[in-house]
């Protein structure tokens, strides 16, 4: 099988092990595009996640992030965290439901590197957790010198709640930082974004689109987007392809409008430079309506 060799201007490896999640928020942005069975999609093996991922060739500082869902629920998390090359640098984003599964199968060593944020970054989510409990997990974590912080969305109808949350677990030294609500509530549409249409379900055209990810869903598809992923939209390759290799140009899209909002937001980059979009968009008005 060929390397896959990562672009220099890529800024994101994700890897969906699963869409599977042992909680239910109502906010989930894995449900923004959600169709029927998304929790039921085809799951690679961790044997088969090992082959497709050791083939990546990426920077220090550019990391494969282990996600979904939640990710841990993957029946071989373990041994996918402990089979990937040495060269290669993992986060894990986790609502850490179950901190046993660090602390007693991988060494904190593995998931820690040079960078200004933690490897292992863990989402608060006030409804489905008890702040005391996991600020509990949290330092038992850190105890055994995990890299691990925590990130809380500062959802508008729960912003005491995060900040509440947010002084408990920095009085005890944890690192809590929060992170912009994205999508519809109350009827206003949350978030900064480069392309505002893009988002909202309110147009749909055809557009060129080109991306700054490697987004590899749980069947090892890799997807333009994450609202490819989540919508189960035709892949533009697979990790298992032997020739498979990034090409770093413009494709067409035919659902401009139906953007998810993890993508099209303004974010900051792997050095925490504001600003940054996953997509860059080419709408060619001559194009006209989607539908
Ligand atoms: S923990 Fe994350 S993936 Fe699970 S339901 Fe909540 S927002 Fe969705
Ligand atoms: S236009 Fe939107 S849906 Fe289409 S590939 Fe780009 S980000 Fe994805």
């Not at 933690?118 to 989510?125: F, K």
């Not at 509990?136 to 105890?143: A, E, F, G, P, S």
């Not at 020739?243 to 974010?267: A, S």
């Amino acid at each position: 099988m060929k390397p896959i060799v990562i672009p220099a201007k890529y800024n994101y490896i994700a890897a969906f092990l699963t869409f599977a999640c042992n909680l239910k928020c109502d906010y989930c942005i894995n449900n923004h595009e959600a169709p029927a069975g998304l929790f039921k999609r085809k799951h690679l093996s961790g044997k088969e996640w090992l082959i497709g991922l050791n083939r990546i060739v990426s920077r220090p500082d550019l990391p494969i992030t282990l996600q979904g869902g939640e990710p841990t629920l993957h029946k071989d998390f373990v041994e996918i965290v402990n089979g990937l090359k040495s060269d290669l640098n993992i986060d894990v984003l986790t609502n850490l439901q179950d901190e046993n599964i660090f602390l007693d199968n991988i060494e904190p060593a593995r998931l820690k590197r040079e960078a200004p944020y933690a490897s292992v970054r863990v989402s608060y989510h006030p409804k489905q957790m008890d702040s005391e409990v996991l600020r509990n997990k949290i330092l038992r974590m850190i105890d055994y010198d995990f890299s691990i912080g925590i990130w809380g969305v500062m959802h508008p109808g729960q912003k005491r709640e995060i900040k509440n949350a947010q002084t408990l677990f920095k009085n005890c030294g944890i690192d809590f930082r929060t992170k912009e609500f994205l999508g519809e509530y109350g009827g206003q549409l949350y978030g900064q974004y480069k392309y505002p249409e893009a988002v909202g379900k309110t147009v749909r055209r055809r557009v060129m689109c080109k991306t700054t990810e490697l987004v590899i869903g749980p069947d090892g598809g890799v997807y333009r987007c994450t609202a490819d992923v989540y919508a189960n939209r035709t892949p533009i390759g697979n990790i298992f392809d032997p020739d498979f290799q990034i090409e770093d140009k413009f494709r067409p899209c035919d659902w401009y409008g139906h953007c998810n909002p993890c993508d099209i937001k303004l974010k900051t980059d792997r050095f925490q430079r504001f600003g940054h979009c996953s997509v860059e968009i080419c709408i060619r008005k001559e194009a006209g309506d989607g539908r």
